[in-house]
């Protein structure tokens, strides 16, 4: 079992940038696979960007490649989301979820089994 606490949203006007972080506690992280997922008002949930539980392999959105860096620190427990050159289009409430496998990364949201309560990005134009 592992508990997820996502930080670091807040408003930022289109252009800027934001680092979300994502801790985990309970259990090590390291042995997890992790993906960041986003909702915006209306729409269902979408697939972000996922890192594997060595970091190794990693995948982007198409809509957020070359924009933002999915990254992890094993020591700390935690997974970030850098998101810079952001656009009104990328406000939702960003999600991170975990999955217990030592496969490659997943873009699918299924496949994860935690996730985090979100955090609010909100970017104005």
């Known amino acids: 079992q592992v508990q997820l606490v996502e930080s670091g949203g807040g408003l930022v006007q289109a252009g800027g940038s934001l680092r979300l972080s994502c801790a985990a506690s309970?259990?090590?992280?390291?042995?997890?696979?992790m993906g960041w997922f986003r909702q915006a008002p209306g729409k269902g949930r979408e697939f972000v960007a996922c890192?594997?539980?060595?970091?190794?392999?990693?995948e982007y959105a198409d809509s957020v490649k070359g924009r933002f860096t999915i990254s992890r620190d094993n020591t700390k427990n935690t997974v970030y989301l850098q998101m810079n050159s952001l656009k009104a289009e990328d406000t939702a409430v960003y999600y991170c979820?975990?999955?217990?496998?030592?496969?490659?990364?997943?873009?699918?949201?299924?496949?994860?089994?935690?996730w985090g309560q979100g955090t609010q990005v909100t970017v104005s134009s």
């Open positions: 890192i594997s539980w060595s970091g190794s392999n990693i």
């Open positions: 309970g259990r090590t992280l390291s042995i997890y696979r």
């Open positions: 979820a975990a999955d217990r496998d030592m496969g490659l990364a997943s873009t699918t949201a299924g496949a994860y089994d935690f």
